[in-house]
């Protein structure tokens, strides 16, 4: 029997230590400040000197996907050590990341070891699952295993996004720009979520950041309500907001496990400082 191998992408926001502990193979996407400086994801660009670096210059920059090529070449290593792999990646919606995966895997001999998935997720609601089903193939579990609770994963798996100002989202083409000013005025605070096809929506709107951050705790409870959840709480340099919720989220919900991570610098240069998201899923 093959073992099995996971490979994600930088979107996952992963904390590091963690991503080693489970054998978890991150391929970084790119960030783009301008023609001349890109980094990659994690790897050359840690999130704080990328909201750092956004902050000394004003900008918000672009991002890109990796290459099939860049695919290839992780799974071609990875596949020297007799291994089976599950691909678990970024919404197709929101980014090519799972199409150049898919290419790299259709394009080599071994293509029946290599699965790819799109999660239909973003940031640590990938994580959160990549993570689960990372222990479970250190658990010795088999790929058929892996890949039946990973579709359990993705149906019972929820985030919510609260962003710190609505720019990023309008520069990236989530919004309008007449929303994004009538959103600032008025002090809105979109709850932000993902579609079942994995599109950014705002779900709920509230004035103010209490009210938004009591309604997205009633969000939750709604769908999750006493049953033991694994609990993940990303955020983009607000680890204030970040412990506060933690400790809201602890109190309201039976949590076997809890993620804090900082939201890496391609996710951040779509949603911006500031933002905090909440992932959870049934344990």
Do not use: W
């Not at 980094?39 to 210059?57: H, M, T």
């Not at 004003?58 to 991002?63: A, E, G, L, M, Y």
């Amino acid at each position: 029997m093959a073992k099995v191998t996971i490979v994600t992408d930088s979107t996952a926001d992963i904390p590091q230590e963690l991503a080693e502990e489970l054998n978890i193979t991150v391929v970084p996407l790119n960030v783009i400040f301008s023609e001349e400086e890109t980094y990659q994801d994690g790897v050359d660009l840690s999130a704080e000197q990328f909201y750092n670096k956004v902050g000394q210059l004003q900008v918000i920059p672009s991002t890109s996907q990796p290459t099939p090529y860049q695919f290839e070449e992780v799974y071609r290593s990875l596949l020297e050590d007799n291994t089976d792999i599950l691909s678990i990646h970024l919404s197709s919606k929101l980014s090519g990341t799972y199409q150049a995966a898919t290419i790299a895997a259709q394009s080599m001999e071994a293509e029946q070891a290599i699965t790819v998935v799109d999660s239909k997720k973003a940031s640590y609601a990938i994580g959160i699952i990549v993570v689960e089903i990372a222990k479970m193939v250190k658990a010795g579990k088999t790929k058929e295993e892996c890949l039946a609770r990973l579709e359990q994963l993705l149906e019972d798996t929820t985030v919510l996004f609260l962003v710190d100002t609505l720019d990023y989202l309008q520069k990236n083409g989530r919004i309008g720009k007449a929303s994004a000013l009538l959103g600032s005025m008025l002090k809105i605070k979109p709850i932000l979520s993902l579609t079942a096809e994995g599109e950014v929506y705002s779900s709920e709107k509230a004035r103010g950041q209490k009210k938004a951050v009591s309604r997205l705790i009633e969000l939750l409870k709604d769908k999750y309500g006493s049953a033991p959840v694994h609990l993940g709480i990303s955020h983009a340099i607000n680890p204030s907001l970040a412990n506060e919720m933690e400790e809201k989220l602890k109190q309201e919900f039976q949590v076997e496990s809890t993620v804090t991570t900082v939201i890496g610098a391609v996710i951040g240069a779509h949603v911006g400082p500031g933002t905090i998201a909440i992932s959870m899923t049934k344990a």
